[in-house]
């Protein structure tokens, strides 16, 4: 696998694992004050932008160019809605990647010194050495002394590598907390901002569904103060027709007394008519039984006639009786004329009665005719009136349904505006609340987060202050190192010199002896003569050079 140099998935803000299955959009929402979007990216996107990732991870970031930052926000953008913000995200991330190099930069200069060769104070530094070690330059044993100081110091050296690499590795790691640290703290501001600001929204959404829930009840109240007026005006205008109405009620009740009245005298004279009617037939019934007596004195006349004629036939046949026939038909002469006279007088009462009961029937009639006359009249000024009365009733019916209709309008629109004033309460209480608890949750966070903001602040003074102690230390560490190293160098040098010089030498002595053996061989072998020959071995001084 190979090496990674830094953390884009993280320094980027793209996502917090490497192995990621789904990177949220980093495009900002302009709706919601630039907000992230909550689109996320899955499948074969997040696949390919996870592959990206670990290729820049693998490349330092002082050789990231800008078109792999710009590919690289291209894939981490949603296609639909933020495609085109790929350049503000390339350039957004500018900072985090300058950050990025800076601490490589670090790292590598650090390397850098540590292993940078100080060529130019070898020389003092060697003299250095030699007095420091107490070390003559007298040649033979200078090898051994120089091996048993090396095994002396190798394991202080050993110590002194592995502390000063352990403070390379604290220091590293340090300034990967330090920037790690303020890549959180950043966060953590950006997140305590966002809470501000989702604050000063809420605050504001409050504010316009306050606002706006006044202006409503305005509205509500001003139509609800037009409908009362107008229902005031209904009622005057019911009152004014039930003035009218009961106005014509007395005039229909008066009308009603009249013709009630009328009635009863038109009863009177029907039955003044009946009672004339009835005199008049009880008068012709008179006159019948008058004309009944009259034909009986007629009948009783003819009869008398006849007697006269059977008398005066008698009177011829019988002057006896003439004087007594005479005075008995005197006698019935003056009957008979008060028979005459009261038949006279009586056909004159009838007659009268007859005359009276033509008068009277004429003026009953003409009366009758009048009396027609007007209960025509009134029967159709009762019915204008009834007309008018039902039409008035009517309409007033018809008022009365529109006012209940109102009415019951008015109710359903005043409990719909009471409902809705009371949904609108419960809903801006419930917004409230719900404000009220989100701004008691973002205080509550703000709390946190600056509490937290106090520890990290505190943690990155003590890193800094252990990284400023651990800057101490190591400048001391390399400050005692150094001498040592320039001189275990030189020491190394000096080791592989003589280790040269002895390998020469023992080369130089090797071949010496050979021919000293083979020289000595041939000498003495027999029949050679030993007198020129015969010396003895000695040895040659090993000479070393002198060390400069």
Not at 27 to 40: D, E, I, L, Q, V
Not at 100 to 117: F, I, N, Q, T
Not at 228 to 253: C, H, I, Q, T, Y
Request: aromatic share 4%; proline share 2%; charged share 35%.
């Amino acid at each position: 696998m190979a090496d990674t140099y830094w953390d884009p998935a993280n320094l980027l803000q793209i996502t917090d694992s490497n192995t990621a299955l789904e990177v949220q959009c980093l495009g900002r929402a302009k709706s919601r004050h630039n907000a992230r979007c909550r689109w996320t990216l899955s499948g074969s996107d997040a696949a390919a932008i996870m592959a990206k990732v670990r290729k820049l991870a693998t490349i330092p970031p002082t050789k990231v160019t800008q078109q792999e930052l710009e590919s690289l926000a291209k894939l981490c953008l949603c296609r639909d809605y933020h495609f085109s913000q790929w350049y503000a995200v390339a350039q957004r991330w500018k900072p985090a990647l300058a950050r990025a190099v800076k601490h490589h930069e670090r790292l590598a200069r650090g390397s850098v010194a540590a292993e940078k060769p100080q060529s130019e104070n070898l020389a003092s530094e060697r003299k250095q050495c030699f007095k420091i070690l107490g070390f003559k330059d007298d040649g033979a044993d200078l090898p051994g002394k120089l091996s048993a100081y090396l095994r002396d110091n190798a394991d202080a050296k050993h110590r002194i590598e592995t502390t000063v690499a352990e403070l390379q590795g604290d220091l590293a790691a340090a300034h990967v907390t330090i920037c790690t640290s303020e890549d959180h703290l950043r966060e953590m501001e950006g997140e305590l901002h966002r809470a501000k600001t989702r604050e000063t929204e809420l605050t504001e959404e409050c504010l316009a569904a306050a606002l706006q829930v006044q202006e409503s009840r305005k509205a509500k109240r001003a139509r609800l103060a037009e409908m009362l007026k107008g229902l005031e005006s209904a009622n005057n205008d019911r009152g004014r027709l039930e003035n009218v109405v009961a106005v014509l009620r007395d005039e229909l009740g008066s009308a009603t007394r009249w013709l009630e009245e009328e009635r009863a005298k038109a009863d009177s004279r029907e039955e003044a008519e009946e009672d004339l009617k009835r005199r008049l037939v009880e008068a012709i019934e008179a006159a019948a039984q008058a004309n009944d007596l009259l034909e009986e004195e007629k009948t009783k006349a003819r009869e008398l006639s006849g007697a006269k004629d059977d008398l005066e036939r008698r009177l011829s046949g019988a002057n006896k009786d003439i004087v007594s026939t005479r005075r008995r038909l005197e006698e019935e002469k003056g009957k008979a004329k008060v028979l005459r006279d009261k038949q006279e007088g009586f056909e004159r009462r009838v007659l009268e009665a007859y005359a009276q009961g033509d008068r009277l029937v004429a003026e009953e009639r003409s009366k009758g005719k009048i009396l027609k006359q007007e209960k025509d009249d009134l029967e159709h000024h009762l019915h204008e009136v009834n007309v008018k009365s039902e039409r008035l009733l009517y309409e007033e019916q018809t008022k009365n349904r529109i006012l209940s209709d109102i009415r019951h309008e008015l109710r359903l629109r005043l409990s719909e505006a009471r409902a809705s004033n009371a949904a609108e309460a419960s809903k801006a209480k419930r917004d409230k609340d719900a404000l009220s608890k989100a701004h008691a949750t973002a205080l509550d966070r703000v709390r946190r987060l600056q509490t937290s903001l106090d520890a990290t602040r505190h943690r990155l003074q003590q890193l800094e202050d252990e990284r400023q102690s651990f800057e101490q230390n190591l400048q001391q560490s390399r400050a005692e190192v150094g001498p040592l190293r320039s001189t275990n160098e030189q020491l190394r040098i000096d080791i592989a010199v003589l280790r040269n010089k002895i390998t020469s030498l023992e080369e130089t002595l090797s071949n010496r002896w050979r021919t000293r053996l083979r020289n000595f061989i041939h000498t003495h072998k027999p029949g050679h003569d030993h007198t020129t020959t015969d010396q003895p071995l000695s040895p040659t001084p090993l000479l070393l050079p002198p060390i400069n």
